[in-house]
């Protein structure tokens, strides 16, 4: 049963709109607050499709609020609250369409990087791998296979972007940009994080292989994790039971979409297709799947 109808842009006028993302709009609500709103937008090739995947909002906010109470020993986090009665006035008057796909979050300066750690090498990371022999300056030994487990996980820091590809950086190109200091701050919590929550999700059957997280400062200055945590769209995720490695991996994400438009031979220009209903399902049905194997209760 669908809880709210799909949601693939809101407009609120009596709410500032700060920014509109791939997946996320984010308003001003003072001076300390922001309101996050996960759309049920989904983007792939770089491209956003105009078919909402049912219920991907949903999933995005309520496993980022699993996860923020999960690690929240590690790093603090900018999450006040997910219920709409106790967002403010403003929030609560759009209640039917806000429910179940917002965060109230604190306001932080935001560190310009992405903060990515791989476990296995797969993505962008395996294409690096085959190119040079390194991924973001870390030099990997000879004769690795596509989705094998790295020895240790490592920290891959990116430039952010809101359209188009991020970029991978070295940890020495990410330290002109944010400083030496914050730089080994970001990559300890960053590994903390993953290994702590791949731990954890590899006894629920799913394997993360890599992931991104971002932080800020709140107003005393304090480093915190913002924006999504260990969801299907800021990580990778892999069934246990049918890894294999030397391949490319089934996943709980846009595989379904990402193979739907390369067989209809898309020129990967704007605008994207739309996507038929059944792909469509098929794609909510696993985003469903990866929260309720994480969390062990469905959604």
Request: charged share 30%; with cysteine; net charge negative.
């Amino acid at each position: 049963m669908t809880s709210v109808a799909p949601v693939l842009e809101t407009t609120f006028t009596d709410l500032n709109l700060l920014r509109r993302g791939k997946v996320r709009d984010v308003y001003e609500v003072d001076q300390e607050r922001l309101l996050i709103v996960a759309t049920d937008r989904i983007s792939a090739f770089d491209s956003v499709s105009p078919t909402p995947i049912e219920r991907k909002g949903e999933v995005l906010t309520a496993l980022s609020r699993f996860w923020f109470a999960k690690l929240g020993h590690i790093v603090p986090h900018h999450l006040i609250t997910t219920e709409i009665e106790e967002m403010p006035d403003a929030v609560r008057a759009h209640a039917d369409e806000l429910r179940g796909r917002s965060m109230l979050v604190k306001r932080t300066t935001v560190f310009p990087v992405e903060c990515v750690v791989r476990g296995y090498l797969s993505g962008s990371g395996w294409k690096d791998y085959q190119r040079t022999g390194e991924v973001c300056g870390h030099k990997l030994p000879a004769g690795l296979r596509d989705s094998e487990k790295l020895a240790e996980s490592i920290f891959t820091p990116a430039t952010k972007a809101e359209t188009g590809h991020d970029e991978n950086i070295s940890e020495e190109q990410m330290a002109e940009i944010v400083g030496r200091d914050v730089t080994e701050s970001l990559r300890e919590a960053s590994l903390r994080l993953y290994q702590e929550a791949s731990d954890y999700a590899r006894g629920r059957g799913i394997i993360i292989a890599d992931t991104k997280f971002e932080f800020g400062r709140d107003r005393e200055g304090q480093m915190i994790l913002i924006d999504e945590v260990l969801t299907p769209d800021s990580s990778r995720f892999w069934p246990v039971d049918s890894y294999e490695v030397g391949k490319s991996q089934a996943s709980f994400d846009k595989q379904y979409v990402r193979d739907y438009l390369e067989s209809v031979k898309w020129n990967k220009q704007p605008p994207a297709p739309e996507l038929p209903a059944e792909i469509a399902r098929a794609t909510t049905a696993r985003y469903l799947e990866a929260y309720e194997l994480l969390v062990g209760e469905p959604l």
